[in-house]
């Protein structure tokens, strides 16, 4: 059952899943209404330009300004501007003299009134957004030349209102879109939470860190414990065969040799006032891993080191999986290999823990990846993968510590508050 007023895991993915669906489709919408604008807007440039330039390359345009009669011209021009209008589906088109003044207007009383708008100079065109006596629109303005010289000019436009209006059907088919990828995305989530469910139950996300914290746990104190057997029973093997053989001082020479060294990291880890049992069983089991891989082992454990504020399963995951990666290294780095585990307390009375190994060290392109959720460096299918560090951080970040990493040799400090603090 789901811990009371914690949302379940299930829970917790539907929303993250349909809260990034919807973003996403939000974003999608936006971006073709962006673009629809923006292709409506160019339609529109290259619409009016194409239709200014028609007409001033006429002949009866170019004529009909040449003669310099502004009422001849409008009696003349008008009533095929005004039939060019409709068939081009532009909102105006005004020809006017050098001057600037209107020969033809879509609004016959402007006609004779100056136009509006800016004016290039020379030969020059120009396409703009300007506010005339029709509202707000794009326009394109080109001269009407008669051998080499200006003899008008000719300007056509489409309002902003009608480019609008000619978006209006790609904002439906945007918003149409973005309705149907959000419809996926949200059965996508259901989905997810429905997998999700299978798997963890209602139980809520911290419940289902803990599991995966345990099942860490007793994996890596596991093995730890296996390889401690195995080292100790080897050697015991190796003894009752020297004894066998008479050798009775050898014999007593590798059992003590084995004692001493357990002796040695018993010894920090008992003399730790704050330590935690659990942890201790772990890093002897470590040490004798490290012995069985070809190893060095080096541990400092200072006596005051302060017990942190995790669980000991926990502790257990974070120094286990950090001490499991430092192993892996250092067995497939070059000579000598070793692995150096410290803990120590800071200035600030929290726990320092420092997990360096003598491997070939991690690439500068994926050390912002390390702790990433499925990275891993080891070869697909190895245990684990992608799981270790990315749960480390997990630990230590909801207990309010610090992770970091550095190169020369590769090692990993964590920062933990201290239990009681």
Avoid: C
């Avoid at 600037?100 to 708008?117: C, K, L, M, Q, S």
């Avoid at 996300?205 to 599991?211: I, K, T, Y």
């Avoid at 550095?406 to 090692?411: L, M, N, V, Y």
């Amino acid at each position: 059952m789901a811990r009371s007023g914690a949302a379940s895991a299930a829970s917790r993915v539907f929303l993250a899943v349909a809260a990034a669906v919807v973003v996403l489709s939000l974003a999608i919408a936006g971006i073709l209404l962006w673009e629809g604008q923006r292709a409506a807007r160019a339609e529109a440039e290259r619409v009016t330009r194409a239709v200014a330039e028609t007409i001033a390359d006429s002949t009866g345009v170019a004529d009909a300004l040449a003669r310099g009669d502004r009422a001849a011209a409008t009696r003349l021009l008008q009533p095929e501007i005004q039939a060019v209008t409709a068939d081009a589906d532009v909102d105006f088109v005004t020809i006017m003299d050098p001057a600037g003044i209107r020969i033809t207007h879509p609004d016959p009383a402007r006609i004779g009134e100056a136009y509006i708008g800016t004016i290039p100079a020379g030969t020059a065109s120009l396409t703009e957004e300007f506010t005339g006596t029709l509202g707000p629109s794009v326009r394109t303005i080109v001269p009407v030349l008669s051998e080499g010289a200006v003899v008008g000019r000719v300007s056509v436009g489409v309002t902003i209102g009608s480019i609008t209006e000619a978006l209006e059907p790609r904002v439906l088919v945007a918003v149409a879109i973005a309705v149907v990828l959000a419809a996926a995305g949200l059965a996508g989530a259901l989905f997810a939470r429905r997998a999700t469910r299978r798997v963890a139950g209602d139980l809520p996300a911290g419940a289902v860190r803990d599991a995966v914290s345990s099942y860490e746990s007793m994996r890596t104190l596991g093995e730890a414990l296996r390889s401690q057997t195995h080292e100790h029973g080897n050697r015991l093997h190796t003894a009752i065969a020297l004894l066998e053989l008479g050798r009775t001082s050898e014999a007593i020479g590798i059992l003590s040799e084995d004692a001493r060294q357990s002796q040695l990291l018993v010894d920090q880890v008992a003399a730790r006032r704050e330590g935690d049992p659990t942890v201790g069983a772990l890093l002897l089991g470590k040490a004798s891993q490290a012995n069985e891989r070809g190893v060095e082992w080096r541990a400092r454990i200072d006596a005051d080191a302060p017990r942190s504020v995790l669980s000991p399963v926990d502790a257990v995951s974070v120094v286990g999986n950090l001490i499991d990666n430092a192993l892996d290294a250092a067995a497939s780095g070059p000579a000598p290999r070793w692995v150096d585990v410290k803990m120590t307390r800071t200035t600030e009375d929290e726990l320092a823990l420092e997990v360096a190994d003598s491997g070939a060290g991690i690439p500068a392109e994926i050390v912002d990846r390390v702790f990433e959720h499925g990275f891993s460096t080891k070869p697909a299918g190895a245990a684990g993968r992608g799981v270790g560090l990315a749960l480390v951080r997990a630990i230590v970040d909801e207990a309010e510590g610090t992770i970091s990493l550095r190169s020369d040799p590769t090692t990993f400090r964590v920062i933990l508050p201290r239990r009681g603090a």
